[in-house]
Antibody, heavy 119, light 108 residues
């Protein structure tokens, strides 16, 4: 079965970059039928889709307008994983971050990582 | 951006009773709607997609209906494990995918 395992630091300083990784088992990041997403959840913003990467003969990315200038999602085919980098973070970026699989709806999720932005 | 509004914010129901949750879209999303269940400390779990198709392993006690701007999730007979927060999500405005604010189903 598909499992997503997240890793990365839980504390990031303001103005620095947040980096998380999601390791995939039971599927491939290069699948031509899946998409690999990052979603976050906070009390103030609720569930917020951030972006995705997917492979359809070449790699594509889609990003939410709210973070488009700061976000990068990259696949790593050698390790069958994908990553999130969010630059110039502020305390408003404090949230539980989830990776997930899905083109339109999300059928598998990682365990979640609480990332706190604080000095 | 399509705004998803869920009501009520909290629903108090007795075990064995029926629960009806609503989700409204600020503009038509057709049938492009999913429902999720989330328990404390866990990731959301997909229940319904395509407004009415149950995801793998989801019991028949969960049903979804609606199209356009008005959607409903019905839990026919609440069990203890069904008390949770439920979210709707539209995927019509691709690639901008948005969630509702959630309905908490609590024990009455």
């Amino acid at each position: 079965q598909v499992e997503l395992q997240q890793s990365g630091p839980g504390l990031v300083k303001p103005s620095q970059a947040l980096s998380l990784t999601c390791a995939i088992s039971g599927d491939s990041v290069s699948s031509d039928s899946a998409a690999w997403n990052w979603i976050r959840q906070s009390p103030s913003r609720g569930l917020e889709w951030l972006g995705r990467t997917y492979y359809r003969s070449q790699w594509y990315n889609d990003y939410a307008v709210s973070v488009k200038s700061r976000i990068t999602i990259n696949p790593d085919t050698s390790k069958n994983q994908f990553s999130l980098q969010l630059n110039s973070v502020t305390p408003e970026d404090t949230a539980v971050y989830y990776c997930s699989r899905g083109r339109w709806w999300f059928d598998h999720w990682g365990q979640g990582t609480l990332v706190t932005v604080s000095s | 951006e399509i705004v998803m509004t869920q009501s009520p914010a909290t629903l108090s129901v007795s075990p064995g009773e029926r629960a009806t949750l609503s989700c409204r879209a600020s503009q038509s999303v057709g049938g492009n709607l999913a429902w999720y269940q989330q328990k404390p400390g866990q990731a959301p779990r997909l229940l319904i997609y395509g407004a009415s198709t149950r995801a793998t392993g989801i019991p028949a006690s969960f049903s979804g209906s609606g199209s356009g701007t008005e959607f409903t999730l019905t839990i026919s007979s609440l069990k203890s494990e069904d008390f949770a927060v439920y979210y709707c999500q539209q995927y019509s405005d691709w690639p901008t995918l948005t969630f509702g604010g959630g309905t908490k189903v609590e024990i009455k």
